[in-house]
């Protein structure tokens, strides 16, 4: 429901690099609340929601996935991204708890290729007060994405899909 990369700007106003325009617009999504969000999102047949926060997209998508035994299937070029956060990864500004979220690759099935995608430190960066992810029914998506961007959460997108867990893979695939 918001763009991503939190972590990535504020690691990187710390040290200066990150320009006022970047850190104004990522303060104004971060206070966005995710009330009207959840209640549209509910309203839509959502069968599971989480917030983003500190452990990233990949393992948000792990905590919602492992336990329906289902693989999610993150389209890495669908996600929303604030201003400025690709240009500080690209650069190696990222969070402190970067490395820790990015020892997440033994549950995406596709790891090696995914860690090679200029987008990979975006999909573990820990976000601070970040949007929901939701798994809502395909019949329900356009509709619920024209009412979330409706509401204000002009960054509301489809940025993956869910699928029966493939024998013997993990619950996170990135297609690239």
């Known amino acids: 429901t918001k763009p991503m990369g939190t972590g990535a700007l504020f690691a990187a106003h710390g040290r200066a690099a990150a320009t006022g325009r970047w850190v104004q617009a990522a303060l104004a999504s971060m206070v966005q609340s995710n009330q009207a969000a959840a209640q549209t999102l509910r309203a839509h047949g959502a069968?599971?929601?989480?917030?983003?926060?500190g452990f990233g997209l990949i393992g948000?998508?792990?905590e919602m996935a492992r336990p329906s035994?289902?693989?999610v299937v993150l389209d890495a070029h669908a996600l929303p991204l604030l201003d400025g956060a690709l240009d500080c990864v690209q650069q190696g500004l990222l969070s402190s708890l970067h490395s820790a979220n990015a020892r997440q690759q033994h549950v995406v099935q596709n790891a090696s290729?995914?860690?090679?995608h200029a987008r990979w430190p975006l999909l573990?960066?820990?976000?601070?007060?970040?949007g929901l992810l939701a798994s809502v029914p395909?019949?329900?998506a356009a509709a619920c994405l024209a009412a979330l961007q409706a509401q204000g959460y002009t960054a509301a997108c489809a940025i993956g899909r869910v699928q029966?867990?493939?024998a013997?893979?993990?619950?996170v695939c990135v297609a690239l």
């Open 164 to 166: 029966a867990l493939p």
């Open 138 to 140: 395909a019949a329900q």
């Open 47 to 53: 069968t599971a929601c989480t917030d983003l926060t």
């Open 69 to 71: 035994g289902v693989q």
């Open 124 to 130: 573990v960066d820990p976000q601070t007060a970040g």
């Open 60 to 62: 948000h998508t792990v």
């Open 113 to 116: 290729e995914a860690m090679a």
């Open 168 to 171: 013997g893979e993990v619950p």
